[in-house]
């Protein structure tokens, strides 16, 4: 059922025929992102190709949920710029990703993502700064991409 939903606004927002609420968006990719079960593959496909398609069309929505749907990828063991990127490049080319293909502007947006360090780099930070605990333990580790040359968290 939330599968569905997903993939109808999705197809709904891709013709750009009506006005879709922000919040009608939200509250879709994140019902789906609490009720997907799954390896962490599969899961990270699934959130992927939603959150692209959604926010291809609502690009300022991408720091809200990108890093939900890229933690499953940091689940995976991931921690370098170049790592995440393929796995955005190859989902964009996987013909049967779970759950289902992005739309046409969602596959153009994981490509555009796969190339912004920037924003990989934050979503991991906000991954990463969420499962911190409180305080911070005594030579806590650091991912790689937050401890690359250029990254402001690699000393928090």
């Given at each position: ?33 609490r ?69 046409r502007?969602?596959r ?43 990254s ?5």
């Amino acid at each position: 059922m939330l599968k569905i939903a997903a993939f109808e606004l999705m197809a709904r927002l891709e013709s750009e025929e009506e006005v879709i609420e922000d919040s009608e968006i939200i509250d879709t990719y994140f019902s789906l992102e609490r009720r997907i079960q799954s390896n962490c593959d599969s899961v990270a496909q699934g959130l992927l190709v939603v959150m692209a398609s959604l926010c291809a069309h609502r690009r300022f929505l991408t720091a809200k949920l990108f890093p939900s749907a890229i933690a499953p990828v940091y689940a995976l063991g991931f921690e370098r710029y170049e790592s995440f990127a393929q796995y955005l490049r190859c989902l964009a080319e996987e013909d049967r990703p779970y759950l289902g293909p992005p739309t046409r502007s969602g596959r153009s947006y994981l490509l555009e993502l796969s190339t912004s360090e920037a924003l990989i780099r934050d979503a991991i930070s906000n991954v990463w700064q969420s499962m911190r605990r409180d305080p911070p333990e005594e030579n806590e580790y650091i991912p790689y991409i937050l401890r690359s040359p250029g990254s402001e968290q690699a000393t928090t």
